[in-house]
């Protein structure tokens, strides 16, 4: 029997990533481990329509977004190693009580790996454009997947839109006040960049990811209960 892990411990697990690492990295990575682990061990999650392309709703800034900040970021952390490779991006709204909220300007962190140094560099690009960054001192001894940025076609917003059109808007507005975090990392249902976005409310432990290919804009996996 597949040994599956409870919502409650899923969130337990995403409040303590979330306060260790940097952004929302941790917490996207948490949530995603187990989607991958269940999935590598045969259970299903329902898969998006083929062909699905229309977008209902629509995400209103389009100024700050993960694609925007990333030139900022990369600036940084190529002033740190001259051979950064991405590994991931990702962000964080914590309390989010309507539609048009999501995807509000934010912090956007990204994550570098050096293939020299076998080292991580943490950076953060705030809304207004300033910088920081954290190295990770502790040798990388197995290379993470690199995102192809040539691959990185679609933005946050559109990955945010196709959430609310995969059933988050529905669960929004039944859980106001609840927790978003968008991802882009490299997935095992393409192969390439991916958007990981997932709302929780940890009052109902109610979750909801939607994985959206970065490259053609559109959803390869959501699920309303990991659970099952």
């Not at 590598?40 to 329902?46: A, I, K, R």
């Not at 991580?120 to 960054?133: N, R, S």
Request: with cysteine; proline share 5%.
């Amino acid at each position: 029997m597949l040994q599956q892990l409870r919502r409650r411990d899923l969130i337990v697990l995403m409040g303590v990533l979330t306060l260790l690492c940097v952004a929302a990295f941790g917490a996207g990575y948490a949530v995603y481990a187990v989607l991958q682990n269940q999935t590598d061990n045969g259970s299903t999650l329902p898969v998006a329509e083929a062909g699905q392309t229309e977008i209902q709703h629509t995400i209103n800034n389009l100024d700050v977004t993960g694609l925007t900040q990333y030139p900022l970021a990369k600036e940084a952390a190529q002033g740190w190693a001259n051979d950064i490779e991405l590994i991931a991006a990702g962000s964080d709204w914590p309390t989010v009580l309507a539609v048009d909220q999501v995807g509000e300007p934010s912090s956007w962190g990204y994550r570098f790996y050096s293939p020299s140094k076998k080292q991580m560099l943490f950076v953060t690009v705030e809304p207004d454009g300033q910088v920081e960054t954290i190295e990770h001192k502790p040798e990388i001894t197995l290379p993470p997947r690199i995102v192809d940025t040539n691959n990185w076609l679609f933005d946050s917003p559109t990955a945010l839109a196709l959430w609310l059109d995969f059933g988050g808007a529905d669960m929004l507005a039944a859980n106001p006040g609840m927790e978003l975090l968008a991802q882009l990392r490299v997935t095992g249902d393409t192969g390439g960049p991916a958007w990981l976005v997932t709302g929780v409310d940890q009052r109902t432990e109610e979750m909801l990811m939607v994985v959206v290919d970065a490259q053609k804009g559109v959803v390869t996996r959501s699920s309303l209960d990991l659970n099952h």
